[in-house]
């Protein structure tokens, strides 16, 4: 690597990680904004709804981002149809998902859960679409590596929202209804700026649209089934601590999940940066280059997540008093869970690898332990332990999950080093016997 190939390098990194820290203190300071303002069983359920929401975001990453990232760098897929059947992919899925919130929600309606359900819903639906788009041009954002258009973009999100909700507060119009309409529509005006500055990058052709559809589902399939398994405790575990602990229960666990999202969220820049470079380096350096990456990723995101976990472990308590004093006694339940942070993102580190591999069927079981080892410890262990029994389920979970990724990755390399070296030994003998 040349000395402006490393500076252009880390000039990135940096502006990746700017974005990152944008994101998340947007996200955190939502949160408090929200939680400030409602009781602890609205905030529950503003959690709970929003659970769902994160799980339909997830399975938009892995349909349609997951296929993007893994095919865009591959000399076929350099078109711009591909770019537009991508496009055009997402949008599909994000009027399917928010149809299905919409009609969820009148459904409860007219079964007799009162307007106000149908209202939440219909807000819930708009966040969702408008959440989806704004996810769509993070992961391509992050795949071309323009970083720097990104974080203004993602600035002007922030800023959006966050002034919004300090309005709703100011005029007295404060509710869930309008906090998940501010929330989405926050995002629209960057989005469509967005789509506009790269729109030479994008065309649209129906029959490529289908072809390119098929191409990605051969390849996303075993990723949505497995993330389907693998995330079902996000949603599975606040339903246990709704049931043994009461929405207000559910509420604290938010606002410790909203806080602890900060690692979270500061983990997932930096793997949206990491990612694309692991990819990225098995095509120009084959598998010694991409297990670097992986190397390189797991020591920044390892230490950063480490020293997130010994502030929430002495400072826990005082951190949680900015969401209001009655949380201050949760503080070691907020290291409980940065710990699980900590521990699972190290299988999504190894997803990256099998991702570069394109071994797609191979995040199964990763995925699997996952969500079967914290779902069973969170069944055992809620009921006993309450709110920190949940969180030493995900722990449990996340650490399955690292062991059994990791394994299968070492594996896949193994396999795919073999199939090389003979590969190249058939080729050099083929050589010798023509000449």
């Known amino acids: 690597?040349?000395?402006?190939?490393?500076?252009?390098?880390?000039?990135?990194?940096?502006?990746?990680?700017?974005?990152?820290?944008?994101?998340?203190?947007?996200?955190?300071?939502?949160?408090?904004?929200?939680c400030r303002n409602t009781t602890e069983a609205e905030f529950g359920r503003f959690c709970l709804a929003w659970s769902v929401i994160a799980f339909l975001r997830v399975l938009q990453e892995r349909l349609i981002a997951a296929p993007y990232l893994a095919n865009t760098f591959r000399p076929s897929f350099l078109r711009t149809t591909y770019r537009g059947s991508t496009l055009a992919h997402q949008t599909f899925l994000a009027l399917i998902t928010s149809c299905i919130?919409?009609?969820?929600?009148?459904?409860?309606?007219?079964?007799?859960?009162?307007?106000?359900?149908?209202?939440?819903?219909?807000?819930?639906?708009?966040?969702?679409?408008?959440n989806l788009a704004?996810?769509?041009?993070?992961?391509?954002?992050?795949t071309?590596?323009?970083?720097?258009?990104?974080?203004?973009?993602?600035?002007?999100?922030?800023?959006?929202?966050?002034?919004?909700?300090?309005?709703?507060?100011?005029l007295g119009?404060?509710?869930?209804?309008?906090?998940?309409?501010?929330?989405?529509?926050?995002?629209?005006?960057?989005?469509v700026v967005w789509l506009?500055?790269?729109?030479?990058?994008?065309?649209?052709?129906?029959?490529?649209?289908?072809?390119?559809?098929?191409?990605?589902?051969?390849?996303?399939?075993?990723?949505?089934?497995?993330?389907?398994?693998?995330?079902?405790?996000?949603?599975?575990?606040?339903?246990?601590?709704v049931k043994y602990e009461g929405q207000e229960g559910n509420g604290v666990y938010g606002v410790c999940c909203s806080i602890v999202g900060v690692s979270a969220m500061f983990a997932s820049g930096?793997?949206?940066?990491?990612?694309?470079?692991?990819?990225?380096?098995?095509?120009?350096?084959?598998?010694?280059?991409?297990?670097?990456?992986?190397?390189?990723?797991?020591?920044?995101?390892?230490?950063?997540?480490?020293?997130?976990?010994?502030?929430?472990?002495?400072?826990?308590?005082?951190?949680?008093?900015?969401?209001g004093s009655q949380y201050v006694q949760f503080g070691f339940l907020t290291f409980l869970l940065s710990v699980s942070t900590l521990v699972v993102n190290f299988s999504t580190l190894f997803s990256n690898g099998?991702?570069?591999?394109?071994?797609?069927?191979?995040?199964?079981?990763?995925?699997?332990?996952?969500?079967?080892?914290?779902?069973?410890?969170a069944s055992l262990l809620v009921p006993s332990h309450g709110l920190s029994g949940a969180a030493y389920a995900t722990i449990f979970g996340g650490l399955a999950a690292s062991l059994v990724t990791g394994v299968t990755l070492a594996r896949g390399v193994r396999s795919y080093d073999l199939h090389s070296e003979s590969g190249t030994v058939v080729a050099g003998s083929a050589s010798m016997k023509s000449k």
């Open 1 to 34: 690597m040349t000395k402006s190939e490393g500076t252009k390098r880390l000039k990135s990194s940096l502006i990746a990680i700017a974005d990152q820290i944008v994101v998340s203190a947007g996200t955190f300071l939502s949160s408090v904004i929200i």
């Open 101 to 130: 919130v919409l009609f969820g929600s009148l459904a409860a309606w007219i079964l007799g859960y009162g307007v106000e359900t149908l209202l939440h819903g219909m807000s819930l639906a708009i966040a969702l679409f408008l």
């Open 134 to 142: 704004r996810d769509q041009m993070r992961s391509i954002s992050f």
């Open 144 to 170: 071309d590596f323009t970083f720097q258009r990104l974080l203004i973009l993602d600035i002007t999100i922030v800023a959006t929202q966050l002034i919004g909700l300090m309005l709703l507060v100011v």
């Open 173 to 191: 119009s404060f509710s869930l209804i309008s906090a998940n309409l501010v929330i989405g529509f926050g995002c629209i005006g960057p989005v």
């Open 196 to 241: 506009w500055l790269t729109k030479s990058l994008y065309s649209f052709e129906q029959k490529t649209m289908v072809s390119d559809w098929y191409h990605n589902w051969s390849y996303a399939q075993w990723l949505v089934g497995s993330r389907i398994l693998g995330i079902a405790p996000v949603v599975i575990i606040p339903l246990l601590i």
């Open 270 to 323: 930096f793997n949206n940066l990491f990612q694309s470079r692991t990819v990225l380096e098995m095509q120009r350096s084959g598998t010694r280059g991409m297990l670097s990456a992986i190397a390189e990723s797991a020591v920044v995101i390892g230490t950063v997540l480490t020293c997130l976990s010994v502030v929430f472990l002495f400072y826990g308590g005082e951190l949680l008093n900015i969401f």
């Open 354 to 377: 099998l991702a570069a591999l394109k071994k797609s069927r191979d995040f199964f079981w990763g995925e699997v332990s996952c969500g079967v080892v914290s779902v069973a410890s």
